[in-house]
T-cell receptor, first 116, second 112 residues
């Protein structure tokens, strides 16, 4: 297990198309987070899962965004009807589910989305 | 919700000098404060963190201080080296059941 993996690393799409990103967390980590990062800004929280349960969603996560973690392992983030404002780096992170390590996040390399 | 402010947005120091980055948070119940380093084009990586029951923590050239009364915490890097050049983010969270809220970042440049 070499860390948090994200795929694809880069995605260029036309406005209106749907895109899906995948995240594979560190295997023993129960928690999985999605963040969005735009140029010059810090990561902004989108949503997080504890095992397969989606525990919190940000107001940033409009109804065009949906995230799943069906078996409590990998997760997908889908953006429907993409808009130019969706262009950003989408970061996935994972952490242990409890104890002192519960909010020690390990980030993936991110999936960069460009909407033309 | 929690709001984290970070200053300065850019910081340039000469190699060997110290660098200090400051953050304030809004929710007095927040109790976990990590610092992440992000090099250009790479993922954020945790460099040090502090919990609210501790006032200061050191790890070699890096230290973090926390003032719970004033709701601010700071990152101190001593004897800076060119490889310290990166963007640094502070963050805060409300217990282990909560997500991290990040500051806007500080771009640190260490010049020779």
């Amino acid at each position: 297990d070499t860390g948090v993996s994200q795929d694809p690393r880069h995605k260029i799409t036309k406005r209106g198309q749907n895109v899906t990103f995948r995240c594979d967390p560190i295997s023993e980590h129960n928690r999985l987070y999605w963040y969005r990062q735009t140029l010059g800004q810090g990561p902004e929280f989108l949503t997080y899962f504890q095992n397969e349960a989606q525990l919190e969603k940000s107001r940033l996560l409009s109804d065009r965004f949906s995230a799943e973690r069906p078996k409590g392992s990998f997760s997908t983030l889908e953006i429907q009807r993409t808009e130019q404002g969706d262009s950003a780096m989408y970061l996935c992170a994972s952490s242990l589910g409890q104890g002192a390590g519960a909010n020690v996040l390990t980030f993936g390399a991110g999936s960069r989305l460009t909407v033309l | 919700g929690e709001n984290v402010e970070q200053h300065p947005s850019t910081l340039s120091v000469q190699e060997g000098d110290s660098a200090v980055i400051k953050c304030t948070y809004s929710d007095s119940a927040s109790n976990y404060f990590p610092w992440y380093k992000q090099e250009l084009g790479k993922r954020p990586q945790l460099i040090i963190d502090i919990r609210s029951n501790v006032g200061e923590k050191k790890d070699q050239r890096i230290a973090v201080t926390l003032n719970k009364t004033a709701k601010h915490f700071s990152l101190h890097i001593t004897e800076t080296q060119p490889e310290d050049s990166a963007v640094y983010f502070c963050a805060a969270s409300l217990g282990t059941a909560s997500k991290l809220t990040f500051g806007t970042g500080t771009r640190l440049q260490v010049t020779l």
